[in-house]
């Protein structure tokens, strides 16, 4: 019974923070970022008519992927869906009729789960969008390189890819709840993850230049670490986020 209610929770709470024109628009602003800031080295692959780099499509999504714009846009884009919505629950105190129908724990990682969900795919879906865009308008256009592409290598690639994105956008997500439930104001769902991702990559970029691990840009963009590494530290912030965000959730009903 408690496990039958804990996937009605988990479900549920997805469904509301994916079910909304906001995370729609989430998808749409991270890939608009990546295609307008990238566009000068996309239309560099379709003048020479391919790319030494690689096969046309990898590469245009290599870029859209790495692009420095589009990973400063995602701390925003993934609060969309769901960033505001406990705290605005918790303000309206509507939580009091959610909160004793579910149980206190279901309650707390369903909320947690929502907004892990919705983070991360909103990044996913984002990067999904951007791929089927970089297959259709660059597959046409092979590596000027001679060298063995293995079409099995790159799809692997892509498919970490999209793993290490999702832990990328499921990160900000949580950190963007935590501040709206902390500072009880919604609004910092958005705020905060933009000034705090923004402030770690200026101050590792101007005082500790060469501790690339302190970067959230090198988090998300397999640039100075492997795959492994980034997957692995996204996953443990994640995992602390989420902690912390049902923390501060237990809190506010403690005092509410």
């Known amino acids: 019974m408690e496990k039958k209610r804990m996937r009605h929770v988990l479900a549920t709470d997805i469904k509301n923070n994916i079910r909304s024109v906001r995370f729609i628009l989430g998808i749409l602003l991270i890939a608009s970022a990546a295609l307008i800031s990238e566009h000068e080295m996309l239309q560099k692959i379709i003048n020479a008519g391919g790319s030494a780099e690689g096969p046309g499509w990898f590469v245009a999504y290599s870029y859209c992927m790495n692009s420095v714009n589009m990973l400063l846009f995602v701390p925003i884009a993934v609060a969309f869906a769901g960033g505001e919505n406990t705290e605005a629950e918790l303000h309206s105190r509507f939580f009091l009729f ?48 001679d060298g063995n592409y293995v079409i099995a290598v790159l799809a692997g690639r892509t498919a970490v890819s999209f793993l ?53 840009r090198y988090w998300a963009a397999s640039i100075y670490y492997n795959d492994i590494f980034c997957i692995a530290i996204l996953a443990v912030g994640t995992f602390l986020a989420a902690l912390i965000f049902m923390c501060a959730i237990e809190r506010r009903l403690r005092y509410a």
């Open 164 to 216: 290490r994105l999702f832990l990328n956008g499921a990160f900000w997500a949580l950190v963007g709840g935590l501040a709206a439930v902390i500072t009880k104001n919604r609004y910092m769902s958005y705020a905060v993850p933009f000034i705090l991702y923004y402030v770690l990559t200026v101050f590792q970029e101007r005082y500790y230049q060469k501790a690339f691990f302190m970067n959230p």
């Open 98 to 145: 959610s909160y004793i129908r579910s149980g206190r724990k279901q309650y707390l990682i369903g909320k947690a789960a929502g907004l892990l969900a919705s983070g991360g795919l909103t990044a996913f879906f984002a990067m999904v969008f951007l791929l089927v865009i970089c297959i259709l308008r660059f597959g046409q256009y092979p590596s000027l390189f």
